[in-house]
């Protein structure tokens, strides 16, 4: 089956396309959190490069800092304010320092960022078109805010200034409409809205022309993507990249265990360049606590999902979201917790212990299991997990698969050895002679034969 779908020649308008001339003033963003704050920073570097700002190589180089926040646990939120903390100190030393909090710390704490001294501008995910005006009134000494959601906005005319040369990420929608009781997503990034497929596919097809040779989608929850005004879901959108740039390599993540149809899994089976890996999120082996959670789906549903997903492609690769001691979780939920792990088998997993966040659900529903208890539960989680990941990259070794992988470049410890990653984004190391003739970005066939939980080593083919 292949859809009849539209793909336009025309490129999407820019806001790159007729750049100002240089200001001579440079930017850093300091990117914290999930990949769609990777690609916000991309964006908001983007909307400051058409209004003349440039990329600085380091915090130490800029005349503007912008830190893009995570609020999506507490930990990260204390990161934030250390480093805040830490840049006071800079500028004392450099007084016209401008310092910006963006993203979704900036949406939830607002005003009482501000009331820090140090920082000059707050900036919300929806509001990144404002940047440039509020970088330049706080350069002028006024301080700023900027944190109105949009049901709308997309950026989908702004080129990303992307400073990474093979892989790319596309968001192809923001926000979040599923209200899982313990996520501050929705009320930090908003209602749930897409970008035109046809805006999605120019973007990778432009892409592929400047040498990009994977790109991952991005959105909170890819599969909810709809194209209204055209007709189209997320496969229809998979289907319709992965037949534009047939030889780039198509990943995607978040995706939602209700929302992933059998329609989306033929596709991904379908096309060859689309990567048999899914992120499928779980959070918890307990019905009870799935239900306290607001996830919409039984653990039945989900293990009927990774079949189904398992049928149409044998070799898919699996990984998850786990959160350890939420509200009211007993040791018999817990025990349900480890018993799917130990059915689906994940390839890895996201552990996390429950933080609670102010104005969700849950956090009227109180923090009652101990962080002992919590920490405890979380360690035989990640103990767990670190062993499949094992047993599954030993297997590998043993039976000395042959992955293709995309070439990344030397590895950190040794100009012998260069890096890349399978279609099952694993991390792979192999030997590296320099007789071969290939490049970084080619694809390459390396044949496993020793693996660790998290690594996977081997020779070329
Ligand atoms: N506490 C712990 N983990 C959380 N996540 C989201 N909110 C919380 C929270 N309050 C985790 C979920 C989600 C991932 C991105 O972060 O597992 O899938
Ligand atoms: Fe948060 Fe749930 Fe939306 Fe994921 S699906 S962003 S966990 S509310």
Not at 153 to 161: A, C, R
Request: charged letters at 25%; hydrophobic letters at 35%.
């Amino acid at each position: 089956m292949h859809l009849d779908l539209p793909i336009l020649d025309q490129a999407a308008p820019s806001v790159a396309a007729q750049p100002v001339a240089e200001n001579g003033k440079k930017v850093y963003v300091e990117t914290y959190g999930c990949q769609m704050n990777v690609n916000d920073s991309e964006i908001v570097l983007g909307v400051l490069n058409a209004e003349g700002y440039i990329p600085a190589d380091g915090p130490d180089d800029a005349d503007v800092i912008l830190l893009n926040t995570c609020a999506i646990r507490d930990n990260a939120e204390r990161k934030i304010h250390e480093r805040l903390s830490h840049l006071k100190h800079t500028k004392k030393s450099n007084s016209d320092l401008v310092v910006g909090v963006l993203g979704c710390m900036a949406e939830r704490l607002r005003t009482k960022l501000l009331d820090t001294q140090l920082v000059d501008l707050v900036v919300g995910p929806d509001e990144y078109r404002r940047v440039p005006e509020l970088v330049a009134e706080a350069m002028g000494g006024d301080r700023g805010i900027a944190v109105k959601l949009s049901r709308v906005e997309t950026y989908d005319d702004i080129v990303p200034l992307r400073t990474e040369g093979i892989s790319a990420w596309i968001s192809i929608m923001r926000g979040c409409d599923k209200f899982c009781t313990f996520c501050v997503v929705p009320f930090t990034r908003g209602r749930e809205r897409s970008r035109p497929l046809t805006s999605v596919v120019d973007e990778a097809k432009q892409l592929w022309d400047q040498g990009f040779k994977e790109i991952t989608l991005l959105g909170q929850n890819v599969n909810s993507y709809r194209d209204d005004v055209a007709g189209y879901d997320f496969a229809d959108l998979l289907a319709s990249t992965a037949r534009a740039v047939p030889n780039m390599r198509i990943r995607y993540t978040t995706s939602h265990p209700q929302d992933m149809s059998d329609k989306l899994i033929d596709t991904m089976a379908e096309w060859d360049n689309i990567c048999k890996y899914i992120h499928l999120p779980v959070q918890s082996g307990s019905n009870r606590i799935l239900e306290l959670m607001n996830r919409t789906y039984t653990v039945e549903h989900y293990l009927g999902r990774i079949r189904r997903i398992k049928q149409a492609m044998p070799t898919c690769a699996m990984s998850t979201d786990i959160i350890a001691g939420f509200c009211t979780e007993t040791e018999d939920d817990h025990q349900r917790t480890l018993d799917v792990m130990r059915e689906v088998r994940y390839e890895g997993a996201y552990m996390f212990a429950y933080s609670p966040r102010e104005n969700t659900k849950a956090w009227k529903m109180g923090d009652d299991v101990p962080d002992d208890v919590k920490n405890r539960r979380l360690n035989e989680i990640i103990a767990l997990q670190n062993s499949i990941s094992r047993e599954i990259n030993l297997a590998e070794a043993q039976s000395g698969i042959i992955h293709p992988v995309l070439v990344e470049g030397p590895s950190k410890r040794n100009d012998a050895e260069w890096k890349g990653r399978t279609d099952t984004n694993k991390t792979v190391i192999f030997t590296h002679d320099g007789t071969r003739g290939y490049i970084v970005g080619d694809t390459v066939q390396v044949k496993i034969d020793r693996a660790n939980s998290a690594t996977l080593f081997g020779e070329l083919v």
